[in-house]
């Protein structure tokens, strides 16, 4: 009975077809992203976990994200396997930029998620730039070891303002 039911339904328009896909895809990347960046900032920024939960993490993000997207849109996650995907297996060149927009979209919806998560953590490891101009020594990013490329030492906050 159920089957005649199902069997009865219309097909969606393709319209509201590749919406689906797009969420899909949103939602499968968000996850990834969640938790492959959440684990980094866990692991640097709060300093439980090691370079194993890095990588179960990831691993675990990878596996989440194709569960949730699969079904619907092939589980991508990625826009160069979107690309690759219509390059050399025909997959409709028309989607390729639709399946990329919601791929990075939710990326970036998920490392905003992060930062925001993270927030006060990562602002006490942030040493950011100088903020007097006039210093003499280079801005150089958090990441960043004690001297810049040329050699020259690298200013932090502490560095940077007058004693």
């Known amino acids: 009975m159920a089957s005649a039911t199902l069997a009865a339904r219309p097909a969606p328009s393709p319209t509201r077809e590749l919406i689906g896909e797009m969420l899909s895809e949103f ?5 990834l992203i969640l938790f492959g960046v959440g684990v980094v900032a866990q692991v640097v920024a709060a300093g439980l976990g090691n ?7 990831w691993g ?3 596996m989440l994200g194709v569960y949730v ?4 849109s092939g589980g991508h996650l990625n826009p160069a396997v979107t690309l690759s995907l219509a390059i050399f297996r ?9 399946y990329a927009l919601a791929q990075v979209l939710g990326a970036f919806v998920a490392a905003l998620l992060v930062r925001w998560n993270y927030t006060e953590l990562l602002a006490k490891l942030d040493r950011g730039t100088p903020s007097s101009p006039s210093s ?3 801005p150089c990013p958090a990441t960043a ?9 690298c ?8 004693s």
């Open 155 to 162: 200013a932090t906050r502490s560095s940077a303002r007058p």
């Open 51 to 57: 370079h194993d939960s890095i990588a179960w993490a």
């Open 27 to 31: 939602v499968g990347t968000m996850i």
């Open 90 to 98: 025909g997959f409709a060149w028309k989607k390729v930029a639709p």
């Open 136 to 138: 003499s020594s280079p």
């Open 60 to 62: 675990f993000g990878v």
């Open 145 to 153: 070891p004690s001297r810049s490329a040329s050699g020259a030492r």
């Open 69 to 72: 997207a699969a079904r619907l």
